[in-house]
């Protein structure tokens, strides 16, 4: 199985100031299709899961562009450019190229 | 507006069953790929199974195969998840998703607690 490994487990943020998440996977997650099916997700209490990129850097219908995503084969990096207060959550990378499909350990971002 | 709603879950015993459902609206649910994930208490994120259009194709994370069955009704605009043989490592929040190579549109999820 890909293991998808995030970093920082936790990240204190000032609103206003950028945040990036980093997501590495054990095997390159660029497939026989030529694309790289790397997304990110955020977790809100009280919410559903939410697409915030696919496909490594595409943003989701929605989305703020304070969101972007960032990185190629193994490594990538999910940054906010401005943390805003609604952004607190848990964020998760996932793999789809290969089955099983996998979810990075999750990242919290809080405001200090 | 597309629209997930899970239910089904709730309390089950060990070893027990339970069959958990989702109904979609809002898009054509017969031309989009669907998922189980789940979140258990305190963990993140897994990937359960996932089926295409006609329910022809199925995969599923090693741990469920055999225990869990994921199907389709694309009269009923509905997908479920059969769980048998549950064990205490199956509580979680189960969320249906739309979903191929990523999850677009996510329900709230449904909590299935698996104790004596």
């Known amino acids: 199985d890909i293991v998808m490994t995030q970093t920082p487990l936790s990240s204190p943020v000032t609103l206003g100031q950028p945040a990036s998440i980093s997501c590495r996977s054990s095997q390159s997650l660029v497939r026989s299709d030529g694309n790289t099916y790397l997304s990110w997700l955020q977790l809100r209490p009280g919410h559903p899961p939410r697409l915030l990129i696919y496909e490594i850097s595409k943003r989701f219908s929605g989305v703020p562009d304070r969101f972007s995503g960032s990185g190629a084969g193994t490594d990538f990096t999910l940054k906010i450019s401005r943390v805003e207060a609604e952004d607190v959550g848990v964020y998760y990378c996932m793999q789809a190229t290969e089955f099983p499909h996998t979810f990075g350990g999750g990242t919290k971002v809080e405001i200090e | 507006e597309v629209q997930l709603v899970e239910s089904g879950g709730g309390l089950v015993q060990p070893g027990g069953s339970l069959r958990l459902s989702c109904v979609a609206s809002?898009?054509?649910?017969?031309?989009?790929?669907m998922s189980w994930v789940r979140q258990g208490p305190g963990k993140g994120l897994e990937w359960v199974a996932n089926?295409?259009?006609?329910?022809?194709?199925?995969h599923y994370v090693d741990s469920m195969k055999g225990r869990f069955t994921i199907s389709r009704d694309n009269v009923k605009n509905s997908l479920y998840l059969q769980m048998n043989n549950v064990r205490a490592e199956d509580t979680a929040v189960y969320y249906c998703?739309?979903?191929?190579?990523?999850?677009?549109?996510w329900g709230r999820g449904t909590l299935v607690l698996v104790s004596s």
């Open positions: 998703a739309r979903y191929l190579y990523y999850g677009d549109y």
């Open positions: 809002g898009f054509t649910f017969s031309q989009y790929w």
């Open positions: 089926i295409n259009l006609d329910g022809s194709a199925r």
